[in-house]
C-alpha cells in the first residue's frame, strides 16, 4: 500500500484521479487539495464521489503532503507543477506531473509555453509517461512527465510506422477533435455552452504547444526528426479525442504489412487495441476507459491512421495511475 496525495483535485483531471484512485487496491489517498476558500469534503465538490471516498480537499499545505505522501500527483496549470515539484522530489517523494512542465527540453518549453522553465535540474531527469514506447525508463523514475491528451492520440497512432522507417517523416498531417474537457473546468467565454453546443471548429493551427511535444516524441521513436502539421478541434461532446492522421509510405506497402507492424509493436500492450483490416475505431468505445483504439487503412499511395482516446483517462489521470503502477510494480490494470 502506497500513501497518495493528489494537488489540483477539484480540476477535471483531479476528479478522474480521485475516482480512479479510491478504487485502487494498492492505495491509500492521504491527501487531496486545490485552491480552496475553505475545507471542502472532494464528496461535496463532486457528488458522484459520495460513498466512495470521505476526504476534506483543502488548500495545498505543502508540509502536509510530505509528511502524508510516498507519491503526489500534480494535476496543476503548467508553470505551476514546475514550483512544487522539485520540493517534493527533494523530500523522497515521487511526482507525477500532468502538466507540460517537465515533457519538453528547455529550449522548447520557453518557446511554446512563454516561460523560462524553473527546474533545471530536474527536468532532465524527468521521463516521458507514455508506457508503450518507454516502459523501462518509467519503471525507475521519480518523476514522471505524464503525457499531453493530444499528443498520447497522435504519437500511439504514428509511432510504429516511424520506427520501423516506412514512411516519409515530413508533410505528416494530425487532424485532431476533442471534447470541452480537454480545456480543463476554468471559467471562459469560448467554453460556454452557448459556444461549444451544436458547433464544431478548429483552433490554434499551427500554434497549439502540444505540437512540439508529439513532434519530439515522435523523432525519438524514429531516431530522425519528424514535422507533423498538427491541427486541433473541438467538438460539441465532453470527452473523447478522435485523431485522423496522413501519412506517406516510403515503400510499397500493403494493409497486411500494414496490419503485421500493428500487431507486432501493440499486441502485448494492455490498453491498445489495434483494429485490423483498416477498421477505424470510435468515440463511443474507448470514453471512460483507458484503451487507446488504433485503426490504419492503406488508400492509394496514402496511410490514414485513425485513433480514439478519451482525453480524461488515457489522455490523462488514466494513463498517470498505469504510470504509476508500473513505477511501484502494481499490476498495469489495477484501478483501470
Ligand atoms: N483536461 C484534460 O483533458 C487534460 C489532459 C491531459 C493533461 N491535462 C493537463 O493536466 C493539468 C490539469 O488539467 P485540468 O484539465 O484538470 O485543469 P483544471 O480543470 O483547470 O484544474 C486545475 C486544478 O489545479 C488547481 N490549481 C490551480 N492553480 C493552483 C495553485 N497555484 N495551487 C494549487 N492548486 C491550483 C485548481 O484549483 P481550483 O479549482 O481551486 O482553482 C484545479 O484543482 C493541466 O496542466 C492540463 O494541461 C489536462
Known amino acids: ?99 507540460a512542465d517537465y515533457r519538453l527540453p528547455a529550449d522548447l518549453y520557453k518557446e511554446w509555453y512563454g516561460k523560462d522553465h524553473a527546474d533545471l535540474g530536474n527536468l532532465d531527469k524527468a521521463v516521458y509517461g507514455l508506457p508503450e514506447l518507454y516502459r523501462s525508463e518509467i519503471k525507475t523514475c521519480s518523476l514522471l512527465a505524464n503525457p499531453g491528451c493530444y499528443p498520447t492520440s497522435v504519437i500511439l497512432a504514428v509511432a510504429p510506422l516511424a520506427e520501423e522507417g516506412v514512411v516519409e517523416l515530413s508533410g505528416i498531417i494530425a487532424d485532431s477533435k476533442s471534447g470541452i474537457t480537454g480545456a480543463g473546468r476554468k471559467a471562459s467565454m469560448s467554453l460556454l455552452y452557448g459556444e461549444i453546443a451544436d458547433n464544431f471548429k478548429a483552433y490554434k493551427i ?20 519528424v514535422d507533423v502539421l498538427f491541427v486541433p478541434h ?23 504489412n500494414i496490419d503485421k507492424i500493428y500487431n507486432h509493436y501493440y499486441g502485448e500492450e494492455p490498453f491498445v487495441r489495434y483494429s485490423d483490416e483498416g477498421r477505424v475505431p470510435e468515440l463511443k468505445d474507448v470514453i471512460y476507459s483507458n484503451y487507446c483504439d488504433i485503426g490504419v487503412k492503406l488508400v492509394k499511395d496514402r496511410i490514414v491512421a485513425v485513433s480514439a482516446i478519451d482525453n480524461l483517462t488515457k489522455g490523462a489521470a488514466g494513463q498517470a495511475v498505469q504510470n504509476m503502477n508500473i513505477m511501484y510494480g502494481f499490476d498495469e490494470k489495477e484501478g483501470l
Open 1 to 99: 500500500m502506497i500513501r497518495v496525495s493528489v494537488v489540483g483535485a477539484t480540476g477535471y483531471t483531479g476528479e478522474e484521479l480521485v475516482t480512479i484512485l479510491a478504487g485502487h487496491r494498492d492505495v491509500e489517498i492521504t491527501s487531496l487539495s486545490a485552491i480552496m476558500d475553505k475545507p471542502t469534503n472532494i464528496s461535496e465538490v463532486f457528488p458522484r464521489l459520495k460513498g466512495q471516498i470521505d476526504l476534506i480537499c483543502k488548500s495545498l499545505d505543502v508540509k502536509e503532503v510530505i509528511d502524508s505522501s510516498d507519491l503526489v500527483f500534480l494535476a496543476l496549470p503548467h508553470t505551476i507543477s514546475m514550483q512544487y515539484a522539485p520540493v517534493f522530489l527533494k523530500n523522497g517523494i515521487k511526482v507525477i506531473d500532468l502538466s
Open 206 to 225: 499551427g500554434t497549439h504547444q502540444h505540437a512540439p511535444e508529439i513532434m519530439c516524441k515522435l523523432g525519438e521513436a524514429a531516431g530522425r526528426e
Open 234 to 256: 473541438v467538438i460539441p461532446t465532453r470527452r473523447g479525442i478522435l485523431s485522423t492522421i496522413y501519412l506517406k509510405p516510403k515503400k510499397q506497402l500493403t494493409q497486411v
